[in-house]
């Protein structure tokens, strides 16, 4: 028959000894643990000797000393096995702690101990939450390279309306619209008569005003004389125009083309009369054209005469051609906020017509504080940044002078190694206390 396992025998322990703390189990073991026990007294001893001697089973009880951390024994039970032979002893420690209980007042000062400090905590988070952290970014000299561009209209460089300053009569026209002609070539015969008419209309006017000139200044009267001093010297400009203007477009009786080019209008038929100074034909040299183009105020600091320009037609397949800016016209347009630049560029093949819409792009380039478009408020309307200062936001205007798809480029209003905000930008005010995360360079 198999033998059963020895049985483990439980002892509470004693007085002074948490009940979660100690448990004491006695195992049937060779080896034995002698404890200590206190000797008896006599009476103690004649008591028990008695009990024997009687054959009373019911020995009276005898509590065993042991320290606080042994529990109580019957002594009756050292009959069967003394208490110093008895199997080893093993001691097992469980979890747990001693309870004191404290008094109403002590409580009472340690709740509100704890309720201060985590009023303190509080206060200190909520102080530290309201305070927005943001990331910084130092401004500093970037290199950049932009295109600036706007829509314009095609002029020729070169044209002239031809005119003459006294009446006359075309007697026949001897081009049309279209025709190129070159410098003296005959453009309009004029009749002979009408001209030597009006020559000589132009010499008796200055013949007469010379004549009351010298009749009014021996009569002594300054106002006179002064007034017929001023009626010669426009009769006399009067004919002396009249003769320069015969003799450069004047050749014979025909009007000469004062330049080379192509003519583009015609005001006059053959037959017909025209007033002093009335337009006749128009011709335009169209070798070499100007574009007047319309670009964004923004870019008025960037474009200045002499730079290179491409120009292409908007309509049409039309190659590219290259000019350079011949003039700013210091004039802007508050209606579209742009200003004018005339760009000047060859013409020989004739790819451009005067009145012909064209683009013209510019490139610019240069070195300014540049920063990422996110730490630039407002744009298109009023730019301006945070930038901080002792740990302090203070809003700052600033001026564009060029921008990317990614970064603006600043030429007023900040100065290099300044830190402006680029992250935590929303709901930021002038002057407002930050927490500065960390500082990002180009």
């Given at each position: 028959m198999a033998q059963q396992p020895a049985k483990r025998r439980q002892f509470k322990p004693g007085v002074g000894v948490p009940s979660s703390q100690v448990r004491f189990y006695f195992d049937d073991e060779d080896a034995t643990l002698v404890l200590p026990l206190p000797p008896r007294s006599a009476a103690e001893a004649a008591t028990d000797e008695h009990a024997r001697a009687e054959g009373?089973?019911?020995?009276?009880?005898?509590?065993?000393?042991?320290p606080q951390s042994l529990p109580t024994l019957d002594a009756s039970e050292s009959s069967k096995t003394p208490l110093w032979l008895v199997p080893t002893l093993r001691l097992r420690v469980l979890p747990g702690t001693w309870r004191h209980r404290a008094g109403p007042r002590l409580r009472l000062v340690l709740m509100s101990g704890g309720l201060l400090v985590l009023l303190l905590l509080?206060?200190?988070?909520?102080?530290?939450?309201?305070?927005?952290?943001?990331?910084?970014?130092?401004?500093?000299?970037?290199?950049?390279d932009q295109s600036l561009g706007g829509e314009g209209l095609v002029y020729p460089q070169r044209q002239l309306v031809l005119s003459l300053p006294f009446a006359g009569k075309v007697d026949t026209v001897l081009v049309k619209v279209g025709d190129s002609v070159r410098t003296g070539q005959a453009v309009l015969r004029l009749d002979p008569l009408e001209l030597s008419l009006q020559l000589k209309l132009a010499w008796d006017e200055l013949t007469a005003a010379e004549s009351y000139l010298q009749a009014v200044m021996t009569s002594g009267n300054s106002a006179a004389v002064a007034q017929a001093r001023q009626r010669y010297a426009l009769a006399r400009s009067r004919y002396e125009t009249l003769q320069a203007r015969s003799s450069s477009f004047l050749s014979g009786n025909c009007l000469l083309a004062p330049l080379s080019g192509v003519v583009t209008a015609v005001n006059i038929v053959a037959g017909q009369s025209f007033s002093a100074n009335a337009s006749l034909l128009t011709i335009s040299d169209q070798s070499r054209v100007v574009v007047h183009a319309k670009l964004p105020l923004k870019a008025l600091g960037l474009i200045h005469a002499g730079q290179p320009a491409e120009v292409f037609a908007l309509a049409g397949p039309a190659p590219t051609l290259r000019g350079v800016v011949l003039t700013i016209v210091p004039r802007a347009d508050p209606q579209t906020d742009t200003f004018e630049v005339w760009v000047v560029l060859d013409n020989q093949s004739g790819v451009l017509l005067p009145g012909m819409s064209v683009f013209v792009r510019i490139a610019v380039k240069g070195s300014m504080l540049g920063l990422p478009r996110l730490a630039?408020?407002?744009?298109?309307?009023?730019?301006?940044?945070f930038v901080v200062q002792r740990q302090r936001a203070y809003l700052r205007s600033v001026h564009v002078i060029a921008r990317s798809s990614a970064r603006v480029f600043i030429d007023v209003g900040l100065h290099s190694g300044d830190l402006v905000v680029l992250v935590g930008l929303a709901d930021l005010r002038n002057g407002q206390e930050v927490r500065v995360v960390r500082i990002e360079k180009y």
């Open positions: 009373n089973a019911a020995l009276a009880p005898r509590r065993a000393f042991v509080g206060l200190l988070f909520s102080l530290r939450s309201s305070v927005p952290a943001v990331v910084l970014y130092q401004a500093q000299s970037q290199d950049y630039v408020l407002d744009l298109d309307l009023v730019p301006a940044v």
